[in-house]
């Protein structure tokens, strides 16, 4: 049962351009939605976050949205740049009793074309 | 480099073998996390230690157990293996027990043979 789906495998965009990456969940007890950047042999790296009583978190060139009566959310990159491509993650936490629950979609590899 | 260790790297055993992957975690940081990554697929949550304590479990087989020290590294046991099993198996750390924010290691690759 995947309760954060990511159906996107992958993305090319030009450098320079908006890159927007999205992310589907199921479960209204969420209570936190982060992206993660992976390259390569290396593991997941923390890019940004948002609780679920925001909308909009932004850092950088890095904005998160959140819509939670579509239980939708997206990160946007811009302007994109070479150095942005990896494999993307979408992870969500719900409270369980004594710790945290992590779910992650799937991923989608970016590749920002120079 | 996030600080955290895990070794070792990669490891290839046979089927009904069992195997232990460790992790260090970042200084400072209480909470422990494992996760399993099979090929073309997320990262599945296995289970959360909190100073020594389990916190939070999510689809762990039975074959599988895990264990955090006093030192704070923490120890996943997985046995009576079976080709299913092999993956990308990453720790993650952080500061607290409801923090959301996980600083990943470089992960284990395991392959059952």
């Known amino acids: 049962d995947q309760q954060v789906k990511q159906n996107s495998p992958s993305l090319s965009v030009q450098e320079g351009r908006i890159s927007i990456l999205n992310c589907d969940y199921t479960n209204s007890m969420f209570d936190y939605f982060l992206w993660y950047k992976k390259y390569p042999a290396e593991g997941p790296t923390f890019l940004i976050s948002?609780?679920?009583?925001?909308d909009k978190n932004e850092d950088g060139r890095f904005t998160v949205f959140l819509n939670k009566s579509a239980k939708h959310l997206s990160l946007h990159i811009v302007p994109s740049q070479p150095g942005d491509s990896a494999v993307y993650f979408c992870?969500?936490?719900?409270?369980?009793?004594?710790?945290?629950?992590?779910?992650f979609g799937t991923g989608t590899s970016l590749t920002v074309i120079p | 480099d996030s600080g955290v260790t895990q070794t070792p790297k990669h490891l290839i055993t046979a089927t009904g073998q069992r195997v232990t992957l460790r992790c260090s975690p970042r200084s400072g940081d209480l909470s422990v996390y494992w996760y399993q990554q099979s090929l073309d697929q997320g990262l599945q949550f296995l289970i959360q230690?909190?100073?020594?304590?389990?916190?939070a479990k999510g689809n762990i087989l039975e074959r599988f157990s895990a264990q955090q020290f006093p030192d704070l590294h923490s120890e996943l046991n997985l046995s009576s293996l079976e080709l299913g099993d092999s993956a990308l198996y990453f720790c993650?750390?952080?500061?607290?027990?409801?923090?959301?924010?996980?600083?990943f290691g470089a992960g284990t690759r395991l392959s059952v043979l």
């Open positions: 992870a969500a936490s719900a409270v369980e009793n004594t710790g945290n629950q992590f779910y």
């Open positions: 948002i609780s679920s009583i925001k």
């Open positions: 993650a750390s952080s500061p607290g027990t409801f923090v959301n924010i996980q600083y």
């Open positions: 230690y909190y100073n020594g304590e389990e916190r």
